[in-house]
């Protein structure tokens, strides 16, 4: 972020919090110079969560850097509640494309806009706060290029393909079940073990 970001997340800190030094030589700038260095929305976030932990005390800077790295990672493990058939729960979806005047084909990556682990993967370097780390590099959301009917045709490959794959769960339940009424009482058959000699 820049300076004059850092110095509003400062002074909301200031305004927010009751019990401060700020007006200590030094302090102000310290956290200024820290806070710099992070992004400035994900930096913002940290601080409300700082502060609705605790809003009569400025937290300290290495609080504040554990805050902002806790919420990135809640970011990074975003889950889905429901399965999301248009990504098959990946946040993204691969796509090949076939060049038709040269013949290469390009893979490129699409973020899935219709899920939290889709969005938490959407990266837009030209949105970045900070001005110095823009970057003309951004994944695009899938229905930048897929219609209504192509999202669809994707949801239901991905529906056919989880499908299957709990029909091969199913089957295999069921085959331990047939073994299992067939053994001795208290005997179990562990299919997943491997002989270690
Ligand atoms: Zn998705």
Request: hydrophobic share 30%.
């Amino acid at each position: 972020m820049t300076r004059t970001q850092a110095e509003k997340l400062v002074e909301r800190l200031k305004s927010a919090c009751i019990f401060n030094r700020f007006d200590e030589p030094g302090v102000y700038m310290e956290y200024v110079r820290a806070l710099a260095r992070y992004d400035y929305d994900r930096m913002e976030e940290a601080i409300d969560a700082a502060i609705e932990d605790d809003s009569r005390n400025v937290p300290p800077i290495s609080a504040l850097i554990k805050k902002y790295r806790e919420t990135t990672e809640s970011r990074v493990n975003a889950k889905n509640e429901e399965y999301c058939a248009v990504c098959d729960d990946k946040g993204f979806v691969l796509m090949k494309e076939k060049q038709s005047d040269t013949g290469l084909i390009y893979e490129f990556v699409l973020y899935c806009p219709f899920c939290p682990v889709g969005r938490a993967q959407a990266y837009d370097g030209r949105n970045i706060s900070d001005k110095g780390h823009r970057s003309p590099y951004y994944v695009p959301p899938v229905n930048k290029y897929f219609s209504d009917e192509g999202v669809q045709a994707l949801r239901e490959t991905n529906l056919k393909r989880q499908a299957k794959r709990s029909e091969a769960v199913r089957l295999a339940k069921k085959k331990l079940q047939t073994v299992g009424k067939s053994m001795p009482e208290g005997w179990q058959y562990d299919m997943d073990s491997e002989l270690s000699f």
